[in-house]
């Protein structure tokens, strides 16, 4: 199988798939907490996807990708801890190839909601799950958010959102929400959380359904909660458990959908695209099951 070259020339794939040349998530230009040998580390990465016509699983989407000595290795696409290894490489094959939209569509949701109810976005205190290696609050203080804490259980994650987007968090935790000891329960739980955001991170067993139940129970009642899901996930025949839970949730008006959008989370490698679902929501009272 032949993979299909990508070096952000005019006739490469990246060009074809995106339109544009890289940026920042947002848009901008680089700011205090986005350096600008981040942009500089992103636009020298060259990647090369599976030839036109391959089909993958979303859980198994791999690229190939150019290695200082000249050789190319192989990344998964659910492989996040070599992934933030590589200064730019996430924002590479996510964002510049694949047009990755979540983080600035579902803040653009929230901000809406956020207008509606009257709520100024300063207010929010945030636990990002799933934070990664930090997109999601660089959306979120785009909009005026002060207050951010990340979560993830790859110490690689925290290292990288140190690294590329300094600052922007007011403290990272890297644990496990399933086993979550009492220390770090009470060290959360002290940002006195009113919002949580879990962003193209549900599913696939990134995060289970115990560990964003635990995230939720830190949100403050009638708290907001933002979040994507792949629509598969909330269908009848989902073995996740997510499906039951959320949507059990969302009728029992546990969760009150106060936005709710399907819409294109990114392309697949075979460039269809890849429908998710986002919800902003207030928390009205525990999960589901």
Known sequence: MSPTAVNGSSTSREHEVTGRTPVTPHGTAPGPGHPVDLQAARAALRLALPEPGSKFSQDDEWCVVAEPDGSWAEYRFHDYDRIFGVRGLYEKIFYDVLGCDSPRFMVGLLNDALASADVPAGSLRVLD??????????????????????VDILPEARDAAERDRPGLYDGYHVADLTALPASE?????????????????????????????????????????????????????????????????????????????????????????LLYEGIVARKRGPLAG
């Not at 290696?133 to 785009?142: D, H, K």
């Not at 009638?222 to 598969?232: E, H, L, N, S, Y």
């Not at 839970?245 to 075979?270: K, N, P, W, Y």
Request: proline share 4%.
């Open 185 to 273: 329960r009470e060290a959360l739980a002290s940002h006195g959380l009113n919002t949580l955001t879990v962003v193209a991170a549900l599913g696939f067993g990134d995060i289970p359904p115990a560990a964003f139940r635990t995230a939720y129970d830190l949100i403050a009642p009638d708290g907001w909660v933002v979040m994507t899901i792949k629509d598969a996930f909330l269908e009848e025949t989902d073995t996740s458990g997510f499906g039951g839970m959320i949507g059990e949730s969302i009728r029992s008006g546990a969760l009150e959908v106060v936005r709710r959008e399907r819409f294109q989370h990114r392309l697949a490698t075979d460039s269809s695209p």
């Open 129 to 150: 799950l799933g934070a990664g290696n930090g997109i999601m609050a660089e959306e979120l203080a785009a909009v005026g958010v002060e207050h951010s804490v990340g």
